[in-house]
């Protein structure tokens, strides 16, 4: 967007400063017009010019032009680079903004999958080891606890099984 400013500025410009030097010089030429040597006092050549330009045509002012108008296209530029960065930051966020909600999301479909697959090898282990704590262990509650690691694992393999389709979508 600044590029484009500038390039237009610098359009502008020497548009601008092409029509300051034709005014420039169609005033000097009014003025050649209406000042005549011997119309009111007969002066040399040079004492003419002289005072064609000390009096009448002011270089200075078209000078003072130029220099105002670079100001005001500086400044107008200035603008246009807070107002596009603004603008930027604002629609940047709003673009952003579905992404940072499906993140949000993905991590908390991680820390709800992780906690549902935790669950059944935290129940397979502390009934194992409850199992081996266990003096009296006969083969009966083994192949209890057997039965419900068993269980436990069907679980877990439905719940990946799960994630694996829900991968391949």
């Known amino acids: ?3 484009i400013s500038l390039a237009f500025s610098l359009v502008i410009y020497q548009a601008q400063i092409k ?5 420039a010089s169609r005033q000097k030429v009014r003025i050649e017009g209406q000042i005549r040597p011997g119309m009111v006092v007969r002066l040399s050549p040079e004492d003419m010019e002289k005072l064609k330009q000390a009096i009448l045509f002011d270089p200075k002012i ?8 670079q100001l ?5 530029n200035l603008v246009i680079l807070i107002g596009s960065a603004l603008a930027s930051y604002f629609l940047a966020g709003r673009t952003l903004k579905p992404i940072q909600e499906m993140v ?4 908390r479909f991680v820390s709800d ?9 935290t129940a397979m282990k502390t009934e194992t080891e409850v ?3 266990d003096k009296r262990l006969n083969l009966k509650s083994a192949k209890l606890n057997l039965a419900s690691n068993l269980e436990e694992l069907e ?9 694996l389709n829900l991968s391949r979508y």
């Open 62 to 69: 078209i000078e003072e032009a130029k220099d105002r108008l």
């Open 155 to 163: 679980k877990m393999e439905s719940l990946i099984g799960y994630f």
């Open 104 to 107: 949000d999301d993905q991590k």
């Open 131 to 133: 199992n081996l704590a």
């Open 1 to 3: 967007i600044i590029f």
């Open 19 to 23: 029509e300051l030097d034709r005014v």
């Open 113 to 121: 999958s992780s906690h549902e697959l935790r669950t059944p090898i």
């Open 72 to 76: 005001n296209l500086l400044l107008i």
